[in-house]
């Protein structure tokens, strides 16, 4: 089953010409279904890549999604074209009194600083605690999962001494919990921030698991036992060239960060890197979709509680 955009949406004839599954508002006003709505909150730079990179895993399950992205009010992004965002995005006010199957918050680029000193965070405060009465599941993504564990949890995040950056083999910790479900006993998953989080502030927490952790990247998912949040501190979305690109922007930009850890064939940055984490982040939010936000929300999006 698709996932329900605008065809205007760039990701729109990308998704199209991969042959994943979408569907236009015209074509799905037609079907007499309700699809699961999900809300992308989507704080990187890079929005239109990021659209894409979530829409098409969104868009790998039998399940029909219908897909809102929203934006920050109260910052301004200076990457993605003013258009683009005026015509796909909206903000908070607009849809506060709505109520959605599930949510996904990404990362963004402001590890380095203090929680409480990037400028929206007392508005993503608000989204965060308005998502434990509105949403069925919240999927945290990178420093959206380190904001979502320190809000709702007080659990703090460290600097790492270099950057993190590369594709790292990560166990998992409980192979029967639904998430892990159909998974290897070890998974690959890119990371890519300067920032980590301690098994052992998350253990203090009974109502948190560690399903997946790694020797060199430390804790990859960690999931409330209630199914309603889940946090990843990796980037299972994204594509091939993601990490080059990044690596390739810092050098250009003086940063000189390590090269990505286990990326490019024969550590040679010239090579094309192998895509050897896609069918993991599929199995991933496919998971999610299903065990936690199918199978969860009720059928009434007005009876979603809070918790």
């Known amino acids: 089953m698709p996932i329900k955009i605008q065809s205007e949406l760039p990701a729109f004839k990308i998704l199209e010409s991969e042959n994943i599954f979408v569907m236009s508002n015209e074509r799905a006003g037609s079907q007499d279904i309700r699809p699961l709505k999900i809300i992308i909150l989507n704080l990187m ?35 993605a074209p003013a258009d683009h965002l005026t015509t796909f995005y ?3 006010d607009e849809v506060k009194n709505n109520r959605y199957d599930g949510m996904i918050i990404t990362g963004a680029p402001v590890e380095l600083l203090e929680f409480e000193q990037v400028d929206y965070w007392q508005e993503l405060c608000e989204i965060m605690e308005w ?21 709702h949890y007080g659990i703090p995040k460290y600097n790492l001494d270099e950057k993190l950056s590369g594709i790292y083999v990560h166990r998992v910790m409980n192979t029967f919990h639904p998430l892990m479900r159909g998974f290897d006993d070890k998974i690959l998953l890119p990371h890519s921030r300067y920032t980590g989080t ?9 109502e948190l698991e560690i399903l997946a952790s790694s020797n060199l990247a430390g804790v990859a998912i960690v999931a409330n036992k209630n199914g309603r949040q889940f946090f990843v501190t990796g980037h299972a979305e994204y594509d091939r060239n993601t990490l080059a690109n990044e690596y390739f922007r810092d050098n250009n930009k ?54």
């Open 45 to 79: 730079p890079t929005k239109i890549e990021t659209e894409t990179q979530l829409l098409r895993l969104l868009g790998n399950t039998p399940l029909q999604v219908d897909i809102e992205l929203m934006k920050t009010a109260t910052h301004v992004s200076k990457n």
């Open 90 to 92: 909206k903000t908070f």
């Open 131 to 151: 998502t434990k009465h509105n949403v069925c599941s919240t999927f945290h993504i990178c420093w959206g999962a380190q904001a979502g564990l320190y809000y």
């Open 198 to 206: 301690h098994r052992s502030d998350i253990r203090k927490h009974e």
């Open 254 to 307: 003086g940063i000189h960060p390590p090269l990505p850890y286990n990326y490019f064939p024969g550590n040679d940055p010239r090579a094309l890197p192998a895509l050897t984490w896609r069918s993991y982040s599929t199995i991933l939010y496919s998971n999610w979709l299903n065990y936690f936000v199918y199978q969860q929300t009720p059928y009434n999006l007005s009876d979603i509680g809070e918790f």
